[in-house]
């Protein structure tokens, strides 16, 4: 079984701060790991992915996701958030050995970034 | 180019009658998917189409439910005998391939109300 834990419902920061938006996964063997973002009234957006090779994957608008084998975690971060970054985040899991066909996804988390 | 697009974008109807959704994937694209979000739920898996393979249908909730894709292209979602509880945002996401690795694309999806 494939599962995927989002602990925070929402996250608040103030603009030019980092942010992190934390990701837990559980799969039976090597993860493929999804972040997406979605907007009010708008389907999700991909952000970026962790299939294998280096632990911190970039992805688009400035983010990045450190993947951590260890701690089974796959945290989205920024280093200077943006009043337009506010929206609702998903992260997903694929376990490759799995045969299921599709991804999981976390319940969301909600990010709200303050002037 | 065009991304995914679904028709249409909101729909009220009755208890009890039935509704169609459609997706139409970007072009290329041969596999689909099917969501259902429901407020504080995430994204529920439905159903996944890949080229002409038989459709993953596991996620279905139950038989009001089914989904068809004509030529490799455009599908449409039926509930039939609808019921408040399927009032939800139906996603609609088609990927270039079926692979793991592939990230998937989403429509804006179709907001369902039943009153």
């Known amino acids: 079984a494939q599962s995927v834990a989002q602990p925070e419902d929402q996250v608040n920061v103030a603009e030019g701060n980092p942010l992190t938006v934390k990701c837990t996964y559980s799969v039976s063997g090597n993860p493929y790991l999804f972040w997406y973002v979605q907007y009010p009234n708008r389907g999700l957006q991909f952000l970026l992915k962790?299939?294998?090779?280096?632990?911190l994957v970039k992805g688009s608008y400035g983010f990045e996701a450190e993947f951590n084998k260890s701690q089974t975690s796959f945290h989205l971060k920024k280093p200077s958030a943006l009043v337009s970054d506010s929206a609702l985040y998903f992260c997903?899991?694929?376990?490759?050995?799995?045969?299921?066909?599709?991804?999981?996804f976390g319940k969301g988390t909600m990010l709200l970034v303050s002037p | 180019g065009a991304g995914v697009s679904q028709s249409p974008s909101n729909k009220v109807t009755e208890k009890g009658k039935d509704v169609e959704l459609r997706c139409d994937p970007i072009s290329g694209h041969t596999a689909l998917y099917w969501y259902r979000q429901s407020l504080g739920q995430g994204l529920e898996f439905l159903i996944y189409f890949q080229g002409n393979s038989a459709p993953d249908k596991s996620g279905l909730p139950s038989d009001r439910f089914s989904a068809e894709r004509t030529g490799g292209s455009v599908s449409t979602l039926t509930i039939q005998r609808t019921q408040q509880e399927d009032s939800a945002v139906y996603l609609c996401?088609?990927?270039?391939?079926?692979?793991?690795?592939?990230?998937?694309?989403f429509g804006d999806g179709t907001r369902l109300s039943i009153l």
């Open positions: 996401a088609s990927s270039l391939t079926g692979g793991l690795n592939q990230p998937q694309h």
């Open positions: 997903a899991v694929r376990d490759p050995n799995s045969g299921y066909s599709t991804l999981t």
């Open positions: 962790y299939i294998t090779g280096d632990n």
